[in-house]
């Protein structure tokens, strides 16, 4: 795949660029030194309803296809790869160096870090899949970040209805 090293949109340059990742496919590397709680990118894309995000990943070939999808907090779905910029091949790591946050309603990714220099931005998707977890989805999902810690999964643990008090 020709992956050619994008520039921002905004008048800033960017801070990164796609390259080949050594922990799945295509990865986002910074191009400069990045100091904590800078606002590294926006996760754009289009913004779809969950029942939509479950058709796109049906039609796209499986569950996998969720690592594109920004769940929101009122329960709407950013699809990266639909209209998404670079921000979207930050792979996932269960020790990362970046965290996405949002804010009324967008996100944007931060640095948690220092970053230095060619080193891969990471964040922890936590992704959310409403179906059962299945050895099938655990292995579509599986994470290879390679850190001492590693949960081995991209997804968040499954919210379980407790009746307790905040
Ligand atoms: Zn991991």
Redesign the pocket.
């Known amino acids: 795949m020709n992956t050619t090293p994008s520039t921002s949109s905004k008048t800033e340059p960017a801070c990164y660029e796609v390259r080949r990742s050594t922990i799945h496919g295509n990865g986002v590397f910074a191009t400069r030194d990045i100091e904590p709680g800078e606002q590294i990118a926006e996760y754009t894309g289009e913004r779809i309803s969950s029942d939509e995000s479950a058709v796109r990943a049906e039609a796209g070939g499986g569950p996998v296809n969720h690592t594109f999808f920004f769940s929101l907090a009122d329960g709407m779905v950013i699809d990266g790869g639909c209209g998404g910029n670079d921000s979207r091949f930050i792979n996932?790591?269960?020790e990362p160096n970046c965290e996405a946050q949002e804010d009324e309603g967008r996100v944007f990714i931060y640095a948690l870090h220092p970053i230095m220099r060619d080193e891969e931005l990471k964040y922890n998707y936590a992704l959310i899949y409403e179906e059962r977890h299945t050895p099938a989805v655990k292995k579509a999902f599986e994470?290879?970040?390679?850190?001492p810690t590693?949960?081995?999964t991209m997804l968040a643990p499954k919210k379980r209805k407790r009746a307790k008090a905040g």
């Open positions: 996932h790591a269960c994470c290879r970040c390679g850190a590693c949960t081995g």
